[in-house]
């Protein structure tokens, strides 16, 4: 029924209460811990100043093509791998040195090689998205049933052009596509990490309000990006479930 | 009448990497099927009766030996089609799709492929269920459309791996009926593997067995009732207890059948 929903309200109710009560306690300074009933109104100055859709379009951009070239180069690559087993002997030594390295790692580099520009923010929200794809990718195409792929032979579909758009792409869809949801959270994460260095964004914005202890900026910057990623999530969810669903 | 399928002294293998190498499954085996006739195969467990299919679908290579074919050509119809022993849909198309799969590629119009996918779904009484989902079919409705994919391409050789092995007994009969009618209409040739000693002798114009190790054709049995059949007719029985009696003096008591 819909307990669920109510529950879960009521919860968010109570988390909300308990917050206000500690933040008006004056337990805490305000600016360690700003009420939550403070939070509108600096949401609301934010905009009307113009700095919360200036940072959410700028954000929305290294994302969009952090994402975009991520996944795309990701699922390529990955797909590739498991594909031509020549590739897969040069790939795995690279990718466990590659690996490892987290994205953050890659700032100077990306700084060094972009300036402190929009390319630079791509880049390195790009690289964490990559190694989830191409993981998920590889895996994908991996486990396609050889079966499927020995039918496929018994019904003339013998060319690797067929193979592969008949069965390997269908076959290997869940996990791609698990792949780039798991990217598509991951590419928000980054995002503020990725602009705490200058690059204008939600990122840089919180910085500047932190080092002026508006933390109530800050919580307003941490909700949008809340807000930003269940919006994808919840739209990409619907595309996936449009795409998948012959599963039960 | 002329062979569709002449098999010469083939063995099957496996080694560890896939390759055709090592020890044989079967060895030694010769096998011809004439135009038009109706085989059935019936043998233990892991005799290599699957790999036999396989190697002369082409998917498979052979150790040695070789097989002929002789089949004629056509854009709108496959040579040869395999019925596997699991439905083997690709669960991401449509039952109609599934059907459509082999006709991809041939020169079949859009109009002519619904035809053959409604009279294929028509004759494993699955009219109704054109547009399911793999996943909402029971185990032997997946299969019947497995048979229905089969039938669509309109092959000279239908090459059927223990089709009927999952299915109740009554759809059983039903469908065996309506694969001798396929058959008797249409002329192709088949070969039939199965478990089900019945099953081989109401079917098979002729029964062979193979077993042995490695295994090759040991019987072959000509089931001398005409056609139509009945089940009950005592040249189907008689064949039968025949066969049933052969196998037993192979394969010690049947073991594995
Ligand atoms: N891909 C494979 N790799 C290695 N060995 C295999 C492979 N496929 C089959 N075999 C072996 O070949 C033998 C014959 O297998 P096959 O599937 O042809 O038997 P079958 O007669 O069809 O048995 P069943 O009646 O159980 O279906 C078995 O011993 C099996 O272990
Ligand atoms: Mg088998």
Redesign the pocket.
Known sequence: MNSRPLASATGLIVFLAIWEAIARSGLVASTLLPAPSVLPGALISEVSLGFWHAMVIASMEHYLIGLFLGSLLGIACGMAVALFPRVDATQAWLARVLRPIPPLAWIPFAIIWFGVSQSAAAFIISIGIFWINYFAALTAVESVDKELIELSNAFGHRSFFARLVKVILPGAAPGILGGFRAGLGMGWMTVVAAELFGIIGIGSRMMEAAGLLATEVVIVYMLTIAFLYAVSDTLFVRVRDRLLQWQQ | MAAIVEIDNLA?A?DAN?EPAGSP?FANLDLTIERGEFVTLV??????????L?IIADLMPARQGNVRKTMQQSAQRRPIAMVF?EARLMPWRRVRDNIAFGLEGLKVDKGERDRRIDDVLRLVGLADYGDRWPYELSGGQRQRVGIARALAVDPDLLLM??PFGALDAITRQTLQDELLRIWHETGKSVLF?T?DIDEAVYLGDRVLL?GGSPATITQSYDIAAGRPRRRDQEQVTEAVTRVKRGLSQTFEGGAGI
């Open positions: 099957a496996f896939g499954v043998g233990p467990s892991g005799a290599g009766k699957s790999t036999l396989r022993q791996d223990e593997v478990h193979l």
